[in-house]
């Protein structure tokens, strides 16, 4: 057993007083070494995917893009575009391309901001002089392609509106900023099949919302060579709208942080006295700095700050074109000369406001999103269980992700003083523990069998804790019996744990974006626990078994643990609703990647006995090759039977 603890038992559990949120200081997390960093990197790109219901990608489907309506100026032309990102789902813009030049040219694709006009915006004139025609404009004549592309629900994107979906659309993965970070990866493979595009030099810019897109795009696109964000990197503001705020997207992280993901590329980081970057030439440019100088990088990271409200204005645009034209090649002017853009009926792709036909609105949008989801996994499922190993390499990682736990070995483990003896009904010892370094206090008991006859472990799970089990006996007291060391489990927010520290309130803007579900920690505790139970001395095999709702938690535990040897799950009537994941089992994304059933084979080589469900979920027959590895039954599994499959 783990030897003595001298520390005191912590107060209160970090995770229940500590809740972030998007307006609140976030530190930049720091490295000690290039190697960690690298290694954050590849975890970072592949969160922010999952986040955004990307990982796995989805297929890369045919653009089917159409240019059309090409008007004519002396040293540029623009005309209007609209591509297919995913079948059925369009991304409008305007493409600009240098007249009298020859090519191949640079690019830059120009995502905007939020402003009322988007990507049309031309006010020169007022308080932000935001043009986003105008940096296309001059773009284009400065020898770039530019390509302007419309978020969600702005102008000629007229599918869905611009504002959250719906937490039950979250379920599976589908929100504002999965379809806008897709519809940017999908530009990118748009300006690669144009001929012209000297493909090794493409940039991207954006303002504000359009800020958030550049970097995220930058971050999880290595084809992206050069990014300006501006007016949008900060460290106590990480954006105000649903398409930037992603559910999971920046749990331990911040748009810094993000934006780093750039390195070794160059990155220019714009900000104004009169927003949220006012401080980045004393906080947000020397965290970057940091970053990439792990790299031996840090020469291609600069900042440029403005006496001006929140902008793309003509001095944020000098220093982008400045800036583009010492990486990408671009012919940059000292300062940008007069323009004129074409009025917005003119460039607009669907001046009358009627889409193509074919195309549909609102939820029939959605719903062909999910049907491909669906169908890229029904051709990945296992059938057999010689095909999981393929399956886990495919899916594993965005499993972890999409849980938002980390798997806790022996060493990992720290002990703490709540060793508080017991003796009726059972003799039992209150222990405390946690991961090394964080905030969190786990609590459970552990009743050892007064003669032990056996080298396994069980931990028993049961959404009120502890207490539940002892005013229960009948499980709990037949492995004591049979010889065996059981754990108990007051997970996050149940039990004894909710009785000592409390419930935790989520508050702020977007906090889902910023702090794990309550189903996530409660995942997190039970790999917390393994880790604890496999430090016990004489403890080799470990099995899990769950009652009501924390059957998932074994479930869900057990398919990122892969060393335990049984897991009985109780899925607590699950009939496969979204209203049913919402109330009992609310993790984002997680009915994107097949929920249960997925987990069911990623916890193999375990035995795995999934109960109470109801029969149409079930689908038993579909089981049949990974019998006896797996059994499924509708009708909740008695004492007996539990105790049958653990042992």
């Known amino acids: ?26 530190p930049t997390p720091v490295y000690a070494s290039r190697q960690h960093w690298e290694m954050r990197m590849r975890w970072l790109r592949e969160h922010i995917l999952s986040s955004a219901g990307l990982l796995p990608l989805p297929p890369r489907t045919p653009l089917r893009a159409r240019f059309f309506g090409r008007i004519e100026h002396r040293d540029y032309s623009v005309e209007k575009v609209h591509f297919e990102s995913f079948p059925g789902f369009l991304c409008t813009g305007n493409l600009y ?33 935001t043009s986003y025609a105008g940096l296309c404009v001059n773009l284009a004549k ?33 929100h504002l900023l999965r379809l806008q970070l897709w519809n940017s990866l999908r530009a990118m493979d748009l300006l690669h099949s144009l001929k012209e595009v000297d493909t090794r030099r493409i940039g991207c810019t954006g303002s504000s919302g359009g800020g958030t897109q550049t970097f995220l795009l930058t971050a999880v696109e290595p084809r992206v060579a050069a990014a300006a964000p501006v007016c949008m990197v900060s460290a106590h503001f990480q954006g105000g709208c649903f398409c930037e705020n992603a559910p999971g997207l920046r749990l331990d992280t911040n748009n810094v942080e993000i934006a780093a993901l750039a390195a070794p590329r160059p990155l220019l980081l714009v900000a104004a006295t009169g927003d949220w970057t006012r401080n980045t030439m004393q906080e947000e440019y020397p965290a970057a700095r940091a970053l990439y100088a792990l790299l031996g990088a840090e020469s291609r990271v600069s900042a440029a700050l403005f006496e001006a409200g929140h902008n793309y204005n003509r001095a944020s645009r000098e220093a982008v074109y400045a800036f583009f034209g010492k990486w990408l090649g671009g012919n940059a002017p000292e300062h940008e000369p007069p323009f004129k853009v074409d009025p917005p009926e003119k460039v607009r792709v669907f001046p009358d406001g009627m889409l193509p036909a074919g195309y549909q609105r609102g939820e029939a949008v959605l719903e062909a999103l999910r049907r491909q989801d669906a169908e890229q996994l029904r051709k990945r499922f296992p059938r057999t269980p010689q095909q999981v190993p393929a399956f886990r390499r495919w899916l594993g990682n965005a499993w ?73 006996k009948s499980l709990l007291h037949r492995l004591c019996d049979a010889g065996y060391t059981v754990l108990t489990l007051d997970a996050f927010g149940t039990g004894e744990h909710l009785r000592r520290f409390g419930k935790r309130e989520l508050k702020g803007n977007f906090p889902e974006t910023f702090n794990r579900t309550d189903t996530q920690w409660q995942v997190q505790d039970t790999l917390t626990a393994l880790g604890w139970l496999r430090s016990q001395r004489g403890v080799r095999q470990v099995a899990i078994a769950g009652t009501g709702n924390a059957g998932w938690w074994a479930l869900l ?23 049913f994941f919402l109330q009992n089992v609310w993790v984002p994304g997680i009915r994107r990647l097949g929920d249960w059933a997925t987990a069911a084979v990623l916890a193999l080589p375990a035995k795995v006995l999934i109960h109470h469900l109801t029969p149409d979920e079930a689908r038993l027959s579909q089981w049949a090759a990974f019998a006896p590895a797996i059994a499924l039954s509708p009708a909740p599994a008695s004492d007996e039977e539990i105790l049958r499959w653990i042992t």
């Open 1 to 26: 057993m783990m030897g003595g603890c001298d520390m005191e038992m912590p107060a209160r559990d970090e995770r229940v007083v500590t809740v972030r949120h998007g307006e609140m200081p976030l």
């Open 97 to 129: 391309r240098p007249a009298g030049k020859k090519p191949p040219f640079p690019a830059v694709l120009c995502p905007h901001g939020h402003a009322r006009e988007g990507r049309l915006t031309d006010d020169p004139n007022d308080n932000s002089g």
């Open 142 to 174: 400065q020898g770039y392609i530019a390509f302007s592309y419309d978020m969600v629900g702005y102008n000629d994107s007229m599918q869905l509106p611009h504002q959250r979906i719906s937490q039950e659309w979250e379920l599976w993965g589908i």
């Open 400 to 472: 972890l992700h999409t849980l938002a736990v980390e798997n806790v070995t022996p060493a990992q483990i720290e002990s703490l003083p709540d060793n508080q003896e017991a003796a009726a009904p059972l003799p039992y010892r209150r222990i405390a523990f946690r991961r090394k370094g964080s905030g969190e206090v786990v609590l459970g008991a552990l009743f050892q069998p007064t003669r032990r006859t056996s080298e396994r472990a069980v931990l028993l799970l049961h959404p009120e804790g502890t207490e539940a089990w002892l005013r229960s």
């Open 557 to 579: 535990a057990a398919s990122c643990d892969r060393k335990v040897q049984a897991v009985v799950a109780d899925l607590n009537g699950c009939d496969g609703s979204n209203r």
